[in-house]
């Protein structure tokens, strides 16, 4: 599908973005676990989510949906999952992959999971080599570069890693692995990525332990790594009962629409603030961008709260890297195109690990933006931006990257002539109502 974006005037409004997608797979995976009746309320109804539900029901698990869309989950507890009766299929989710491939890790069944042409490109070593060093057995396509995954359940033992690259994804796999091992795991991550599984299993009743390490303790790290603990549960995990905040990385496109098109105020409502999360914010405060956060409070073990943004006039070059990376690595691509309205050049670097998400979104960016009229540089692990410039439409390619289609939206919006989007229903990976919600505050 194609889609055709103008210049416009405004964006004025109050809106509330999608549920948050990290939590949402995290919510029904782990309360799949659980013993009990775990209840999950603004459970996002995208299609990545979606995927990690599927896989549950494939695993036995009981899943009920009300009318109202709340999900209910009969947990039977640790050991309670089936051999699925056939490949599980996680299209194009890299969270529903790499978290499913812990959890089956320990089970004493064999499991095959694979995905869409994206998803069978996207590596798998990084999550293969610690699960094998705990005594999973498990292979992926090409010498374990790719899925499909087949994953032979074993009993594992808990291991010390330290992960080359922070990957909340990687993380949560070997953790979740952890709670089937006997003994402590304890995974090192040299920056501190997004938390949401530690909280949810801590609130669930996992032991957990979390600890930074200091540059003396641990020298290679540059003061900045972080220690997680887990230790296999006593008892049973507990049932949960939570309401999903809304999604930050959804609200970024809408904060940087507001930010760039003159006249604009807009009201994000109910947005999750998670610090391991909100470095696009960090970040465009150093710019000087007009933003406001009110009414924070605690919704599901996460802190959330209203964002109110404005129209924001000479906003200033910032250089993003190192510990910042891992807090902003969805934001990337909108970051790109706030990038090209800043007076003088901006520098992104540290950010390899986007050269393989959903698209090489370092790539993609460099590419889509110089076709609309950006100086950007493209190196290894990052771009050079200089700016301001002045955007022209073009005609633009998503990659079928949800976060590079809304970028590039975004940018649509501010420049001179119609950007035309192709591909750009991926957006229902993420937030099948982005155009829609766009629309509405252009009235």
Not at 403 to 425: F, H, N, V, Y
Request: glycine share 8%; proline share 5%.
């Amino acid at each position: 599908m194609e889609r055709m974006i103008k210049k416009i005037r405004h964006l004025r409004g109050e809106i509330t973005p999608p549920a948050d997608k990290s939590i949402s797979h995290r919510s029904v995976m782990f309360a799949s676990l659980a013993k009990g009746q775990s209840r999950i309320k603004n459970f996002l109804w995208a299609q990545d989510p979606i995927n990690s539900l599927n896989a549950m029901k494939s695993l036995g698990v009981e899943i009920e949906i009300t009318d109202s869309k709340e999900i209910i989950i009969n947990g039977k507890g640790l050991q309670s999952l089936k051999e699925p009766n056939n490949v599980i299929d996680c299209g194009n989710s890299g969270t529903t992959i790499r978290l499913l491939s812990g959890i089956v890790a320990g089970q004493p069944f064999l499991t095959v999971l694979t995905g869409d042409d994206s998803l069978r490109q996207r590596p798998m070593r990084r999550v293969i080599e610690p699960l094998r060093l705990m005594g999973s057995n498990i292979f992926g396509r090409l010498n374990d570069r790719f899925p499909p995954l087949v994953v032979k359940g074993n009993y594992l033992k808990g291991i010390k890693y330290i992960m080359p690259v922070a990957s909340a994804q990687v993380k949560s796999a070997i953790l979740l692995a952890g709670i089937y091992a006997n003994g402590e795991t304890e995974v090192i991550e040299p920056h501190k990525s997004r938390d949401h599984t530690e909280r949810m299993l801590k609130n669930m009743g996992a032991e957990i332990q979390l600890n930074a390490i200091t540059k003396k303790a641990s020298k290679e790290h540059n003061n900045e790594a972080y220690s997680i603990k887990i230790k296999p549960p006593q008892d049973e995990l507990s049932s949960i009962d939570m309401t999903i905040p809304n999604d930050f990385s959804s609200a970024a496109f809408f904060i940087a629409g507001a930010c760039l098109v003159p006249g604009s105020e807009i009201l994000i409502k109910n947005v999750g603030l998670n610090p391991t999360r909100t470095g696009f914010l960090d970040v465009l405060m150093q710019m000087g961008a007009n933003i406001e956060i009110l009414n924070v409070k605690q919704q599901g073990g996460e802190p959330v709260g209203d964002i109110v943004c404005k129209t924001s006039n000479k906003l200033k070059a910032v250089t993003v890297q190192g510990s910042l990376i891992p807090r902003l690595i969805d934001e990337f691509p909108v970051l790109c195109v706030m990038a090209t309205q800043t007076d003088g050049k901006t520098i992104i670097k540290d950010a390899k690990e986007l050269r393989v998400k959903e698209s090489d979104r370092i790539k993609a960016m460099a590419t889509e933006l110089k076709k609309m009229g950006t100086p950007i540089e493209e190196f290894e692990d990052g771009v050079i931006i200089n700016g301001p410039c002045k955007l022209r439409g073009a005609e633009v390619y998503s990659y079928k990257d949800h976060r590079i289609a809304m970028a590039l939206t975004i940018a649509g919006l501010i420049a001179e002539r119609p950007t035309l989007i192709k591909e750009a229903q991926c957006v229902d990976i993420s937030f099948p109502q982005f155009y829609e919600l766009l629309e509405m505050l252009q009235k």
